[in-house]
């Protein structure tokens, strides 16, 4: 049983432009929002696309909050992370979130 639906809402929310070399690779970012099946409620995730070189990197499904994630996407555009290394960094974000929710008494 497939728990989001099959419709997916991309807005793009900055790029940066990188220097590599002689070339230029611009790096876009933008906030993806699927709907959760069962409640219809919205959750956010991330998309990395460099052009002119076609990567491109989703990472679906980070928070049911989307604050969370547009903090999360404008810290990527600081950082000018690439597709490359996207999935390192989120998962980095995410442990540190999820530390972040622990009571002190229970670490």
């Known amino acids: ?9 991309k807005r793009e929310t900055g790029s940066v432009t990188l220097n590599a070399g002689t070339e230029q690779i611009r790096v876009i970012y933008r906030l993806t929002t699927e709907w959760i099946e069962a409640s219809g409620e919205p959750i956010y995730g991330v998309e990395i696309e460099a052009e002119p070189t076609g990567e491109c990197v989703t990472l679906s499904a980070l928070s049911t909050d989307g604050q969370r994630v547009e903090t999360l996407l404008a810290a990527l555009m600081r950082g000018a992370v690439t597709p490359l290394t996207a999935a ?16 002190v008494e229970s670490r």
Do not use: C, F, K, Q
Request: proline fraction near 4%; aromatic fraction near 12%; avoid cysteine.
């Open 88 to 103: 390192d960094v989120v998962y980095d974000w995410l442990i540190s979130e999820e530390g972040s929710r622990i009571p």
């Open 1 to 9: 049983m497939n728990w989001m639906t099959d419709m997916t809402a």
